[in-house]
């Protein structure tokens, strides 16, 4: 039976849930184990699991993804890096794990790597790579040095992985064999309290990935929630303990995807950044939706250029921040067209069983 150490990232719940997909689909057929940090640390320690806690890293930038700016805050990167291995690696001598499965996060590779043990990667840039010929001109030259340095990043890592997971909208199979698109990763489980209580409401859903940043950005963004008196909006996975609700804002504390996704689907529309995983749960639940990418984030731009050139969704891009006007605009125009946008994200007919191929690459005997 294998064993299996998950390392998912700690920056956002996009990986953390997205690594839980995978535990359910592999939980009954091999032990596991997951060591992270920061929100994926709180999330799955929220779901009842006994997490590894690690150091880990941020993202840093004033309401927006600053590359300079984060390696000055994380000046110390290499002495948490050197401080998690040395966790992972007393872990090992406990839990012999035979395989290392890291989501979006440089120790797992680092630590399987030290370790000579077998080491899976989980990660969507190859999206980003591939749309980022469609992104709007005025955006390209730059962030051609996060997708210069992407290119940089998936060129070396390849070489010292056995497997990438790759979940994508995109079908297109890769050549290199080490590479597998899975089709989208999603956990279809809802929690019956939040469907009870999000059926009984009106509302608009603003699903919070649980970043320093983003949690700036939606601050600013509440003075055009205002705009709309007529709208309840929901934002889940605030930091507070208790549901608050400030004039026609209701702020909900962290939740299990479970209820994020039971109010996702009891929604009339969504707002969200451009994360992989919110985006894969909104096309699963065919939600409209108005998609707002982080400023200066070469990945969440590319995730919006997908749904924006496909006609998904809504797309408001920002430069250094987001203009209100035109964020009001966009979400009259989702409220005004839900049902084409429903329709058309019917028509992509996307795969969602990507969690079950990935449990089945990481059950795979060598």
């Given amino acids: ?36 940090y920061g929100s994926a640390l709180k999330y799955f320690e929220r779901q009842g699991f006994s997490p590894v806690g690690l150091r880990g890293f941020d993202y840093h930038g004033e309401y927006s993804f600053e590359l300079l700016k984060t390696l000055v805050k994380e000046a110390d990167l290499f002495f948490k890096l050197a401080g998690d291995y040395l966790r992972i690696s007393k872990l090992q001598k406990d839990y012999p794990f035979d395989t290392i499965v890291s989501d979006s996060d440089p120790i797992g590779l680092i ?109 600013q963004l509440l003075h055009v929630f205002k705009r709309f008196p007529k709208e309840n909006f929901f934002l889940l996975n605030f930091p507070t303990k208790t549901i608050k609700r400030v004039g ?31 985006l894969t749960n909104i096309a699963y639940l065919k939600k409209p939706s108005l998609i707002l990418p982080l400023p200066n984030h070469i990945e969440q731009v590319a995730n919006a250029t997908f749904f924006r050139r496909n006609k998904l ?5 920002p430069r250094k921040g987001y203009d209100k006007d035109l964020v009001e605009k966009a979400l009259t125009r989702v409220l005004k067209e839900a049902k084409t946008y429903s329709e058309n994200i019917e028509a992509m007919r996307f795969d969602f069983n990507g969690a079950q191929r990935a449990a089945q690459l990481l059950l795979k005997e060598q």
């Avoid at 064993?3 to 700690?10: A, D, E, I, T, Y």
């Avoid at 804002?249 to 919110?278: N, Q, R």
């Avoid at 969704?313 to 891009?317: H, L, M, S, T």
């Fill in 1 to 36: 039976m294998r064993k299996l150490l998950f390392v998912p990232s700690g920056v956002g719940l996009g990986h953390a849930t997205r690594t839980h997909a995978i535990i359910n689909k592999i939980k009954k057929h091999a032990e596991y184990k997951i060591a992270s």
């Fill in 111 to 219: 630590s399987a790597n030290f370790l000579k043990t077998r080491s899976v990667l989980i990660e969507n840039l190859q999206g980003a790579i591939r749309e980022a010929k469609f992104v709007p001109k005025r955006f390209q030259e730059g962030l051609g040095y996060q997708l210069a340095f992407l290119e940089q990043i998936d060129h070396y890592v390849v070489q010292y992985v056995d497997d990438v997971i790759v979940p994508s909208f995109d079908k297109t199979p890769f050549k290199m064999s080490k590479k597998h698109n899975v089709g989208l990763v999603i956990n279809p489980t809802f929690d019956e309290q939040a469907l009870r209580s999000s059926a009984k409401q009106d509302y608009i859903c603003v699903p919070i990935p649980g970043s320093t940043l983003t949690y700036d950005i939606v601050n």
């Fill in 248 to 278: 026609n804002v209701y702020l909900f504390p962290l939740l299990g995807e479970d209820e994020v996704l039971s109010y996702l689907h009891g929604a009339k529309a969504v707002i969200s950044f451009a994360g992989f995983s919110t």
């Fill in 313 to 317: 969704a809504e797309v408001v891009y």
